[in-house]
């Protein structure tokens, strides 16, 4: 029996698309900045790094937080999406002690309805940055 959406093998009919914009960071491993599938987009990590020269850019948790969700925020638009269309995300901090100015930021950009979240300390990040996120998004 194939049920609406199925192929006749049985998977999902979803394409898989790659999205890449030179307006955040290039990947700096083997990975894509995003890939969306079917109606949701998945993105990768995004870092501190500013997108022209791919420096982390200088300054404490708040500069850098705004500086990742600037990034995310260009991977969304590459895939025709906003902030308003992240249903998760995940959030690494270098350090907890920073989760107060952290959420001073991270809410100037999910101002209403903000989406789920998990937000861990992890003993290192990239680069040795404060903080990265990564989103899934509904389109």
Partial sequence: MVYVGQN??????????????????????????????????????????EPSSGEVVEGGIQVQTKQVLENLTAVLAEAGATLDNVIKTTCFLDDMNDFA????????????????????????LPKDVLVEIEAIALL
């Fill in 101 to 124: 100015e952290f959420n001073t930021v991270y809410q100037k950009f999910f101002t209403a309805d903000a989406p789920a979240r998990s937000c861990v300390a992890v003993d290192r």
């Fill in 8 to 49: 006749i093998e049985g998977r999902m009919n979803m394409d898989k698309k790659i999205i890449s914009t030179n307006k955040a960071p290039a990947a700096i491993g083997p990975y894509s900045q995003a890939v969306k599938c079917g109606n949701l987009l998945i993105t990768s990590g995004q870092i501190p790094l």
